[in-house]
């Protein structure tokens, strides 16, 4: 919506500075300081040509500006090198208070992408084990962007791209066959599957005949034994009952789950097109593609022995995205120990010759990084996502138990908070950097956390509950303290940092949006009297709550984050 005034300020430009109406629009910015009001144009950059000091330039473009009387618009300053505008305020309140209600949980959408398909390819948890923080990461990143690249008008198709295929199945098999008896697979069969893959692996360091064991029956799967092929189902649905259990409690949800074996039969043609492009070449037995142009080691398409290899499934995968489910953007979400992987999947689709190689990107992903002690590494560093998100659960039951016993839907309400905490520690940095882990942060229900956001739309919720005849949103009377212009401000720039979120695929613009827009709610909040106010001003203020709460809601819900009722 702030585009309305920019739009509005870039054609008294247009003979001042040597550029575009679009490319005014995209360089103007928000003023620091709400005092200097809703728009600003940098001039620096135009200090050379114009053979002038920018606080010059900005200066006598503000004089010049504030001459002309522009519609709507109360002041023009300057500041250094900035050319600030500030709007009347009733105009710039009746933009956003027409939107939110035209609008309402349709603010910050486009069509941006309309007639465009998205696959993405997110959460894609290795059957057998269960999901690690890695996970937590690849899942909540991946619907994140899911949601925000919906909001932009693209249809969107959501992969689960399950680990059900390599040689751990056969292993599996033999430890299943040696040992299940021991473990209950009735009562718990997920940790049990893992049991059982967790001593093969530690047995098979001891007795190398296991190994071969294993590699033997994985052979016998893929030749298409009836009874493996009955027992690897078995094995995926354990784990896909335990994934799902996880992924209804963080609210995901996928289009499609084509697992690594769902390109079993996809890989020959797909070894095809290399080889007839001429790109195949043997190496030591094995078959390469070799990357040298890129500075790439080469791309290891078949082993020596004739197995196929995580390369080759996901270039048939790619294929298939393309081809048949008309992705026209393929979207990967994984650790960033996948780079290179990656880098060197879409090399050799560039290599074949497809254009749509340059549509294809990889979202890696930093790592965990745990503050305390209090979350014990499992065996092999491994932290569960289950074991997170139980905790944060847990933990917030607690909190409530002491400061909130009366309060009614407890079990929902610590879900809700719990899994909003997690979600927003791990979304609201850079998802390239690592995220710190440390509870006493992420449950911090005064500091820069998910709880502190919800809570301040559960007090826009209340105070709605009560006073929703007070809400009306045309001929309001002008809302003009500071912590309302910067609270109207923030609202009008949703849909800007929506797009950004979007075109950078980084979530962490809108968690932070969220996270800004909650102090500075309270701010509000605070500073101004909502009830005791007259009665066009307390609607007019009651009006600006609704306008949060559409917007936070908004911005919460692109993250798969709720706001409880009560808290
Ligand atoms: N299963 C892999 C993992 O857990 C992620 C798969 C990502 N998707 C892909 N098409 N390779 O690391």
Redesign the pocket.
């Known amino acids: 919506m702030i585009d309305v005034l920019k739009k509005k300020i870039a054609p008294h430009f247009s003979n001042l500075l040597p550029l575009s109406e679009l490319d005014l629009v995209n360089l103007m910015e928000a003023p620091k300081d709400i005092k200097f009001g809703q728009v600003s144009m940098p001039v620096f950059r135009f200090s050379k040509q114009l053979k002038k000091a920018p606080p010059m330039i900005a200066k006598e473009f503000a004089q010049l500006l504030s001459d002309k009387n522009i519609e709507d618009v109360a002041e023009v300053t300057s500041v250094a090198g900035f050319v600030n505008f500030r709007f009347e305020d009733q105009f710039v309140q009746e933009l956003l208070f027409s939107n939110v209600q035209k609008l309402g949980s349709k603010m910050g959408d486009s069509h941006h992408g309309e007639g465009q398909t998205i696959v993405i390819?997110?959460s894609?948890?290795?059957v057998a084990k269960p999901m690690?923080v890695?996970?937590l990461r690849?899942t909540m990143i991946g619907q994140a962007i899911y949601n925000i690249c919906q909001s932009q008008g693209y249809k969107m198709v959501g992969?689960n791209?399950?680990?059900d295929w390599g040689v751990q199945f056969g292993r599996l098999a033999v430890a299943y066959e040696m040992w299940s008896s021991e473990y209950d697979f009735d009562t718990q069969p997920m940790k049990s599957l893992f049991a059982i893959y967790v001593r093969f692996h530690e047995e098979m360091e001891k007795n190398p005949d296991l190994e071969s064991q294993g590699s033997l029956t994985f052979k016998k799967l893929e030749e298409g034994d009836e009874s493996l092929k009955k027992l690897w189902q078995k094995f995926i649905d354990i784990s896909l009952n335990e994934y799902n259990q996880v992924y209804d409690i963080l609210g995901i949800q996928h289009d499609a789950t084509l697992g690594?074996s769902f390109y079993n039969d996809k890989m020959k043609s797909a070894e095809k097109l290399l080889e007839d492009k001429g790109i195949l070449e043997e190496s030591e037995g094995a078959m390469i593609v070799r990357l040298d142009e890129f500075d790439m080691p080469p791309c290891l398409i078949r082993k020596s022995d004739g197995a196929s290899l995580?390369a080759t499934?996901?270039l048939a995968?790619?294929l298939y995205r393309h081809n048949e489910q008309k992705g026209d953007k393929l979207v990967?979400?994984?650790?960033m120990?996948?780079n290179l992987?990656?880098s060197q999947?879409f090399k050799v689709i560039e290599k074949l010759g497809y254009e749509w190689a340059k549509n294809c990107k990889h979202i890696g992903f930093g790592m965990y990084k745990f503050a305390d002690g209090k979350m014990s590494t499992r065996k092999g560093n491994v932290i569960f996502l289950r074991d997170i998100v139980d905790k944060a659960i847990a933990m917030c039951e607690k909190i409530i138990e002491e400061k909130n016993p009366n309060l009614v839907n407890k079990k929902e309400v610590a879900k809700q908070v719990g899994v909003g905490a997690v979600i927003f520690n791990d979304l609201s940095g850079d998802s390239n950097k690592d995220v710190k882990f440390d509870w006493d942060k992420v449950l911090d229900f005064e500091g820069d956390s998910g709880p502190y956001i919800q809570y301040s739309g559960v007090r826009c919720k209340s105070l709605i509950d009560k006073y929703s005849s007070d809400i009306k949103f045309d001929s309001c009377v002008e809302l003009s303290s500071n912590e309302e212009r910067a609270l109207i401000r923030h609202l009008l720039l949703f849909s800007d940092v929506v797009r950004t979120s979007f075109e950078n695929y980084k979530p962490h613009y809108v968690a932070n949006y969220a996270l800004d827009l909650a102090k500075l709610f309270n701010n509000f909040y605070h500073k101004c009297q909502i009830l005791k106010a007259e009665d066009s001003l307390k609607s007019a203020r009651m009006t600006l709550v609704y306008s949060s709460l559409t917007i936070l809601t908004k911005a919460l819900s692109l993250l798969n984050i709720e706001i409880p009722e009560r808290m």
Do not use: I, K, M
């Not at 990967?332 to 650790?335: F, I, L, N």
């Open positions: 390819d997110f894609s948890p290795n690690s890695g996970h690849a992969v791209h399950l680990g690594e995580y499934r996901d995968c790619a990967y979400v994984t650790g120990d996948q992987h990656f999947l």
